[in-house]
């Protein structure tokens, strides 16, 4: 992995797309940025549906200009310490899920098997789409893939 910039503790953009500098984590920043997201997730489980749906779009749409701006600015395209895509990811999988740890556990590994899996088209995407779209994206169908799991298994065990 590219060094983590300076920048990231000095440049507000940079610090939201390495998720609050959780990206910065020597070993297994995506994993670590995960892991930040859940926090911010327990809040937003707490909203209405269409809330929550609301806030989801604008984390994307922001996203998409984060990590495309601090990816231009420090010259690496999907550094691994961008993580706002992981967060987006993580949020989406853990979308109309029940705020118990197991279940934020099992949309955690999920969403975590996907983005490091990369299953079609996520591979596909992450290779062709470029810019923040491009980083954004690949984590959006991790985390729709994850959401798809964790749905049938809360059918099967609810």
Known sequence: M??????????????LAFGFGSGAAPVAPGTFGTLAAVPLWWGLSHLSTDAYLLVLFVAFIVGVWLCHVTSDDIGVHDHG?????????LWIALFAVPAEWIWVLIGF??????????????AWVDKRVAGG????????????YALIVIQLLLVVFS
């Not at 590219?2 to 610090?15: E, I």
């Not at 954004?136 to 729709?144: E, F, Q």
């Open 133 to 144: 779209m491009g980083i954004m994206l690949d984590d959006v169908i991790a985390g729709v």
């Open 81 to 89: 310490g961008i993580v706002w895509d992981e967060f987006v990811g």
């Open 2 to 15: 590219a060094k983590t910039p300076a920048s990231v503790w000095s440049n507000p953009v940079h610090f």
């Open 109 to 122: 590994l999920l969403f975590r098997l996907f983005d490091i899996w990369k299953p079609w088209p996520i």
